[in-house]
């Protein structure tokens, strides 16, 4: 058990851009998580998976962002034509039961 | 008006202290409680996780929860340099629902 991986840790990228961060959770654990966190706020709840099924998004969550997790393993965040509003902590937090562990995160910046 | 609130401090401590952090919450459905400790530019580490109301303790930290004030604690007593760090409570309604954040509580251990 390595813990929650997250890639890359850090991602500067120029407005209007994509990127893409990569989640590997904890083995076996089938609940996985995505949140943003911003300069002197607590992580912000994006999404959410049970196994390969994405059962909640947040609002937050405009039509520039998608989340997938094939086949129940590994998650992607893919963020389309960034903002200088997108630059944040994302932050991926994996559970199998109810306590729930976080990588370091990737940390955005749109410049 | 935010479902749970924290205190942003800085709160500022001798070496030895005990330390108290606490949080309010509105959504009275929260049953599982959670602290965070996060140090900067890393991700959130689980410190405590406590079921409805009651107190837990594990080594120098102890959780508090009293639902019928929406209102939790957490204790750490002998205070070390090495617990300055920002801490943040987190709740949840249900199992394996996302978790709400406070916003977190920065703390200085002073050597």
Redesign the interface.
């Known amino acids: 058990d390595t813990g ?1 991986s ?1 890639n890359p840790r850090h991602k500067i990228t120029k407005r209007g851009q994509n990127v893409t961060f990569r989640c590997d959770p904890i083995s076996e654990h089938n ?1 996985l ?1 995505w949140y943003r966190q911003t300069l ?6 994006l999404t ?1 998976f ?1 196994n390969e099924a994405q059962l ?1 998004k947040s609002r937050l969550l405009s039509d520039r962002f998608s989340a997938e997790r094939p086949k129940g393993s590994f998650s992607t965040l893919e963020i389309q034509r960034t903002e200088q509003g997108d630059s944040a ?1 994302y ?1 991926c ?1 994996s ?1 199998l039961a ?8 990737t ?1 955005l910046t749109v410049v | 008006q935010k479902e ?1 609130e ?1 205190d ?1 401090g800085p709160l500022s401590v001798p070496e030895g202290a005990i330390v108290s952090l606490n949080c309010t919450y509105s959504n009275s459905a929260f049953q ?1 409680f ?1 602290w ?1 400790r996060q140090y900067s ?6 410190l405590m ?1 406590t ?1 409805s109301s009651g107190n837990k303790e594990d080594g120098r930290f102890t959780a508090q929860v009293d639902k019928s004030s929406k209102y939790i604690s957490l204790f750490i007593r002998d205070s070390q340099p090495s617990d300055s760090a920002t801490y ?1 409570c ?1 709740m949840r309604a249900g ?2 629902n ?7 509580t920065i703390l200085r251990v002073k050597s």
């Open positions: 929650v997250q609940r998580y002197g706020q607590g992580p912000e709840f959410y049970q909640e902590m932050l937090a559970s109810n306590e729930a562990f976080f990588g370091q995160g940390r | 749970v924290q942003p599982y959670m965070y530019r890393k991700g959130p580490e689980l996780y079921y943040l987190a199992y394996g996302k978790l709400v954040f406070g916003a977190g």
